[in-house]
């Protein structure tokens, strides 16, 4: 799977973070979105798709 | 079926088809499609973002999900022992599982429809608030909570003219906390917007050209635009005749059932909230998907309580102010770091050993790191 982050519609709340810290970090910045793995482990999917669904700006996308 | 397609709508029904369920999902709602993300309304849509800034990303990925869309389709009654929701055009629609998330609608000020107040909750109401707040024109915001604050800046930053007038202080301390509430106050002022507390709005009325708003002690205020945020009211008229507990909101349990086969999700939901040992109601973005989670989660029989920890957010003057869990009288207030960027602060709050609220301010990162440790509850 690929993992996509759109940082320009990230609103930084970091939903994503305590879904899958594995594979989203915020700036320490701005707080927004830092992709650490673009191709997580099939293991890691079910927290990110949690991510996908909890993000409230929609700045996550998934491909399979 | 789910009745509401905004956020607690959506995430029930993307889950459940990620969750393997593979029957039928009917997502029934009252607005002309598209259904937007509402926390852009009133931040970069009143800044002059496109309409794309608002779309719902989920909305979008509805059709390659086989989820479907009735739109324009108002459900106005449940008939619990047939198990149908009843449409506005007389459609009787059959369900094994019902989700409620028809959501909220700002409360009415009286006369105000007639008298042209603003109040936002879709796309088309910012559209037309934007379209009025050019420079120099006067706005008068009624309420103080985050949404009447966001608008007041947004507005102040197109070069309107903008008073703010509340009934108290407690609203915007209670979703900020009492030290960002005194910031963003501040900023406000520094920003020529007129905070003036103590007056509740009654009613409005057309004076010519402008808009009168009159308060409870007599007094009156006029402006070009008046907009109004105070509260609420729970879309649950549809359900009056069903047998439910509608009082402020349909009443769920730990597991966010209403009745057998039957679920409410997002902020309609009046849930009892395991954690806070009693029945609460949240109108919180992050909340709405989690709750719609949950729901979908339980719905395939994961019988999870649901005991969420409440995060909120506002973005006002390019200030961004977070605060997840609780800041009770009783958590003891430590400001965890400044450092050297007066522009940046965060703040927790305990009760003895445990965390149980954390504040940030242009602090997103750390808030995170923080709201990974928080305490379920408070007590």
Redesign the interface.
Known sequence: MRVIVDQA?C?????C??AA?AVF????D???VILLDAEPPEGLASAV??A????????I?LER | MIVGAS?AGL?TA??LR?FGFEGVIRLVEREAAPVT?R??LSKEILGGAPDS?A????W?RLVSQEIELVASADAVDLDLARREVVLADGAREGFDHLVIASGVRPRQLEGGETAGVHTLRNLPDAIRLRAELVARRELLVVGGGLLGFEIAAAAAELGARVRLVRSGPDALAAAVGPSAAARLEGMHRERSVDVVTGFRARRADRSGERVEVTFDDGSAESADVVFSSIGSVPNVEWLEGSGLDVTDGVRADAFCAVAPGVWAAGDVARWEHPGLGRATRWEF??HA??Q??AVARNILGAATPFSPIP?R?T?QFGQ?V?FAGYATPDAIEEVARTGDDPLRELRTYSIGERLVGVIGW???????RH??LLAPYPA
Request: proline share 5%; aromatic share 4%.
């Open positions: 519609r609103t930084g709340a970091g939903q973070v305590l810290s970090d915020q700036s320490e701005d707080g927004t798709e949690d996908v669904v909890l993000c409230p700006a929609g700045a996308a | 956020a995430a993307t889950s990620r993300e926390p852009p800034a779309s719902s990303a989920q979008d973005r992050t998907a989690e719609g989670v995060f957010w973005d961004r977070q242009n602090a997103a990162a750390a808030v995170s709201r990974a």
